[in-house]
T-cell receptor, first 115, second 119 residues
Framework: DSGVTQTPKHLITATGQRVTLRCSPR?????VYWYQQSLDQGLQFLIQ???????AKGNILERFSAQQFPDLHSELNLSSLELGDSALYFC??????????????FGPGTRLTVL | AQTVTQSQPEMSVQEAETVTLSCTYD???????LFWYKQPPSRQMILVIR??????QNATENRFSVNFQKAAKSFSLKISDSQLGDTAMYFC????????????????FGTGTLLAVQP
């Protein structure tokens, strides 16, 4: 158990819908990352937050957005869903922003299926 | 841009034998971290081992060790005394640690190597 929790574990929805994925980082971790794992794109970085502020963006679609709340949990919002958005979405957390060990610990992932 | 390449999509090894998974990367940075992550059928991403680029000594974690060749930009993972529980997808990952000035410590992953340990 990495200490990172993600809900829900599985999500099945229809095209055009909107969903919210939730992540709680390890206790004390200030940085949260979102990754998408799909068959055609592999594992790719979406976005990073640190202590409530967006720090870096990767290949995140405009239909997707995220935020980190004062209690440090994070939500990834996916809207106008398409079949190609079906993937495993991981949240990871790390203790610091710069230097140090910077290891990222991954949650169990949310499996999103768009029908 | 940094890239990570894993040229072995699948590998197989007999139980108790040794296997080496290959990884190469491309970067112009001098300070970075490299990681191997394991993803078993449960899909959980588990950190296996890490290497800091400024350290010349190869990292080891029990049966797992790396061969880090900075000049060649190569970072291979050796698994000794392979066990059935080592069956998983293995991902090599690169990270340029965040420095105040704009870099990000996002992980850049290779495409993975599916390792099957045969009894």
């Amino acid at each position: 158990d990495s200490g990172v929790t993600q809900t829900p574990k599985h999500l099945i929805t229809a095209t055009g819908q909107r969903v919210t994925l939730r992540c709680s980082p390890r206790s004390g971790d200030l940085s949260v990352y979102w990754y998408q794992q799909s068959l055609d794109q592999g594992l790719q970085f979406l976005i990073q937050y640190y202590n409530g502020e967006e720090r870096a963006k990767g290949n995140i679609l405009e239909r997707f957005s995220a935020q980190q709340f004062p209690d440090l949990h994070s939500e990834l919002n996916l809207s106008s869903l398409e079949l190609g958005d079906s993937a495993l979405y991981f949240c990871a957390s790390s203790a610091s922003l710069a230097g140090g060990r910077n290891e990222q610990f991954f949650g169990p992932g949310t499996r999103l299926t768009v029908l | 841009a940094q890239t990570v390449t894993q040229s072995q999509p699948e590998m197989s090894v007999q139980e108790a034998e040794t296997v080496t998974l290959s990884c190469t990367y491309d970067t112009s940075e001098n300070n970075y971290y490299l990681f191997w992550y394991k993803q078993p059928p449960s899909r959980q991403m588990i950190l296996v081992i890490r290497q800091e680029a400024y350290k010349q000594q190869n990292a080891t974690e029990n049966r797992f060790s790396v061969n880090f060749q900075k000049a060649a930009k190569s970072f291979s993972l050796k698994i000794s005394d392979s066990q059935l529980g080592d069956t998983a997808m293995y991902f090599c990952a690169f990270m340029n640690p965040l420095n105040y000035g704009g870099a990000t410590n996002k992980l850049i992953f290779g495409t993975g190597t599916l390792l099957a340990v045969q009894p």
